[in-house]
């Protein structure tokens, strides 16, 4: 069965960088799109990016651009959220997913399978 397994969280202070991992299995992802999600106590999850596994090409919330980059490494199934820059209100849990097809979603429902989250701390 499709397993997402997330790692790379941690506490970092203002202005510090993370990157998480997401390590994908039990099928073929090519024809998939990988997102990133986040959410914080209390609050809705929020989109944050997505990569379509086979091309590359990226999409990312207004609040993370220019700050955080998501990649995807094709031999080791992993795809990375680079984060650059954190803020305080960057306070979350983050889940990875992944979405059948080719088009974009910014709507958590709309994905298909989801890891179990990592924590990102960021104190101010």
């Known amino acids: 069965q499709v397993q997402l397994v997330e790692s790379g969280g941690g506490l970092v202070q203002a202005g510090g960088s993370l990157r998480l991992s997401c390590k994908a299995s039990?099928?073929?992802?090519?024809?998939?799109?990988m997102g990133w999600f986040r959410q914080a106590p209390g609050k809705e999850r929020e989109f944050v990016a997505a990569?379509?596994?086979?091309?590359?090409?990226?999409n990312y919330a207004d609040s993370v651009k220019g700050r955080f980059t998501i990649s995807r490494d094709n031999a080791k199934n992993t795809v990375y959220l680079q984060m650059n820059s954190l803020k305080p209100e960057g306070t979350a849990v983050y889940y990875c997913?992944?979405?059948?097809?080719?088009?974009?979603?910014?709507?958590?429902?709309?994905?298909?399978?989801w890891g179990q989250g990592t924590q990102v701390t960021v104190s101010s």
């Open positions: 990569i379509r596994w086979s091309a590359g090409s990226t």
């Open positions: 039990g099928r073929t992802f090519s024809s998939y799109i």
């Open positions: 997913a992944a979405r059948r097809g080719f088009s974009w979603s910014r709507v958590w429902i709309e994905y298909d399978y």
